[in-house]
């Protein structure tokens, strides 16, 4: 049995004045899920979370939560609290008056308020002699915590997040996406996070959902959406990609251009075949990409130019110019490091398992 | 960062001006009010402390101290809530007329105070109200409450919106966002409008000649006092509207470091 989704959006629009930033969306979230929404800004995902937390009132559609429709209910009678991208936390209370500000506002008894701050403070893992100090005093990441703490206090149906780790740097920013992944876990709470980093959402998120141009192009779990992306958007936009203009032939095979293809055995069968005349464009990864030798083979090979190469850290990163002027990306581990000189003649080859085909362009 | 060498003498050549222009007119008339003279001439020949006894059991001088002490704390009050909701309207809420307001909140700094003055005299007696310390009240408000508005407008720019967002989000009304979290976080920048608004208030000239009919308040006192019938009692008084500001902005900020102790030992009790 399918259990009932915690939110449901159903064609939801929203416009500002001739400009619409959403066009008739449609979302369910399940119970418990940790749930990311990413996109370049400018696609709608912030006007997307002011229409979920109810800072802004939707044009068209309807929100439910469980069985309440939700979208007509202002903000703070909403059973949902958000972490703001600027955490929000107010500069002229403590630390603990910070988490028991939700509290209060429902007049818990002081000493209850207390009690719950504390409990919080030690599964935000913050000593609980932070609860005198001012928010000022905080670092970067203790503010991001009390945030947290502060947003768990009021104990929300739904918790949402914008962008919270933005502002952070790096090391801090890695830290703290293994820490909330990990307090949703025991939390048990549903997440709906926000973000334009494609990395953030791969880490934490059990769904992602894809937005452009106030739709959603893809709503997936984070390898479908890495390995078999619905469009060139999606593909793009989730990291490094070798992208192949292709074109049906008559055998119901491929046809591309600098590319030449020994599939061993029918495209059928791997679901990267196209009829007659119609346009695709085949993906493959760049750690999928091998460089050849010249008695090693592949269902896919591709000729041309070592161009540059870049040490990433673990890994390295080549650019190879094909023979068709088209440059492509390819990665290797360290250990299983390429060596050839800036300007050599290469031969790259990669396989039907490793590829994916996007129908239309 | 180590000033060089010319910005150096210029704050040598500043602030000897400042002490220069500012602070040894200001010890002239309090050499004046310790004077046992009865006209002002330098140097003084015997001093006295006897103008200070005589103006504290004056009535006059007691009359004069109420109606500006009056008039000063009424505008100040008056001052602060209008600014209160004035920079929120200036400064945090997007309307229609808002450029609007912000321009014409301007225009009566802009105007000459005697200017001023001179428009709401002959408005009061148009519509037929007899000027008194009142009439004052309201002259002093069209000049201090827009300067006071600015100053806690500066305090509202520097604000996070999502700060009653985050609020809101949480559970708060319109009241409570306004209680908890809007005003304490502008009341530094309303106390300073506060301090202002006395202080423009008490030493203002222009406007209460004009607006205070038969009722007088210190600096016009002073003055009429220097046109005709000198008082040697004018130098006193003058110290003593002087070192009045100062207690006032010493109160100002015994307040603030008050509220903060105060918010302090809360969240420590909690």
Same mark, same amino acid.
């Given at each position: 049995m399918q259990s009932q989704p915690i939110l449901r959006l159903r064609q939801v629009v929203k416009k500002f004045g001739n400009f619409t930033a959403l066009h008739g969306v449609d979302l369910e979230i399940e119970e418990g899920e940790f749930f990311t929404i990413v996109g370049p800004s400018g696609s709608g995902k912030s006007t997307m979370i002011r229409l979920l937390v109810g800072m802004d009132e939707l044009s068209e559609g309807e929100i439910w939560l469980r069985d309440k429709r939700i979208d007509q209910t202002p903000a703070n009678l909403r059973p949902t609290c958000m972490v703001f991208q600027s955490l929000a936390l107010f500069p002229h209370m403590s630390v603990g008056q910070n988490i028991e500000f939700p509290l209060k506002l429902r007049g818990a008894a002081p000493a209850d308020r207390k009690a719950r701050a504390l409990e919080l403070l030690d599964l935000l893992r913050l000593p609980q002699s932070y609860y005198q100090k001012r928010i000022s005093e905080c670092s970067g990441g203790e503010k991001q915590r009390v945030a947290l703490a502060r947003a768990l206090a009021f104990d929300p149906e739904i918790l949402f997040f914008d962008e919270p780790l933005s502002a952070l740097d790096y090391r801090l920013r890695k830290t703290l996406e293994k820490e909330l992944k990990s307090l949703h876990a025991r939390t048990g709470k549903t997440f709906v996070y926000i973000t334009h980093s494609l990395e953030e959402a791969m880490v934490?998120?059990?769904?992602i959902a894809i937005m452009r141009e106030g739709r959603f192009e893809q709503i997936s779990v984070a390898d479908e959406i890495y390995g078999r992306p619905v469009s060139r958007f999606v593909a793009e936009f989730m990291g490094e990609v070798n992208l192949f203009d292709v074109e049906g032939t008559a055998s119901d095979g491929l046809h591309g251009k600098g590319i030449e293809i020994h599939v061993n055995g029918d495209t059928r069968d791997f679901g990267i075949s196209l009829e007659k005349g119609v346009t695709g464009t085949l993906m493959v990864r760049p750690e999928y990409v091998r460089f050849l030798t010249s008695s090693a083979t592949a269902d896919f090979i591709v000729r041309g130019i070592l161009r540059a190469e870049y040490a990433l850290g673990s890994r390295i990163q080549y650019e190879v110019e094909t023979s068709a002027g088209q440059t492509l990306t390819v990665e290797k581990l360290r250990e299983d490091r390429f060596c050839g000189n800036e300007g050599s003649a290469v031969i790259l080859g990669f396989d039907a398992e490793n590829v994916h085909l996007i129908r239309g362009t | 960062m180590n000033p060089s060498r010319s910005t150096r003498i210029a704050l040598y050549v500043y602030g000897i001006a400042t002490i220069f222009f500012l602070y040894v007119p200001l010890l002239s008339v309090g050499f004046a009010s310790v004077s046992k003279a009865r006209y002002l001439s330098?140097?003084? +020949? =015997?001093?006295? $402390? +006897?103008?200070?006894? /005589?103006? !504290?059991?004056?009535? $006059? %001088? =007691? /009359? !004069? !101290? @109420? $109606?500006?002490? +009056? %008039?000063? @704390?009424? @505008? $100040? %009050?008056?001052?602060?809530v209008v600014a209160f909701f004035g920079a929120l309207a200036f400064a945090r809420y997007n309307w229609r007329y808002r450029t609007l307001f912000q321009k014409l909140i301007l225009l009566p700094i802009f105007f000459p105070q005697t200017v001023l003055g001179l428009a709401l005299l002959m408005w009061f007696n148009s519509v037929g109200i007899i000027p008194t310390w009142k009439t004052a009240i309201v002259a002093h408000l069209v000049w201090i409450a827009p300067i006071a508005t600015l100053i806690v407008a500066i305090r509202a720019y520097s604000f996070d919106p999502a700060l009653e967002e985050a609020a809101r989000d949480m559970g708060a009304s319109t009241m409570t966002i306004l209680r908890e979290i809007t005003l304490p976080l502008l009341m530094p920048g309303i106390i300073s409008a506060g301090l202002f608004a006395f202080l423009l208030s008490w030493g203002n000239f222009p406007l209460s000649l004009f607006t205070t009919g038969a009722d007088s308040t210190l600096p016009e006192w002073l003055y009429a006092k220097m046109v005709s019938g000198y008082s040697p009692l004018v130098p006193t008084l003058g110290v003593m509207s002087v070192v009045g500001s100062f207690l006032l902005i010493l109160l100002a900020f015994s307040l603030n470091w008050l509220i903060r102790s105060v918010r302090e030992s809360r969240s420590a009790e909690n």
């Open positions: 934490m998120s059990d769904r | 330098f140097p003084i +020949k =015997r001093y006295s $402390t +006897k103008w200070y006894g /005589d103006a !504290l059991q004056s009535e $006059t %001088v =007691r /009359d !004069l !101290l @109420v $109606t500006s002490l +009056k %008039v000063a @704390v009424i @505008v $100040t %009050v008056i001052s602060m």
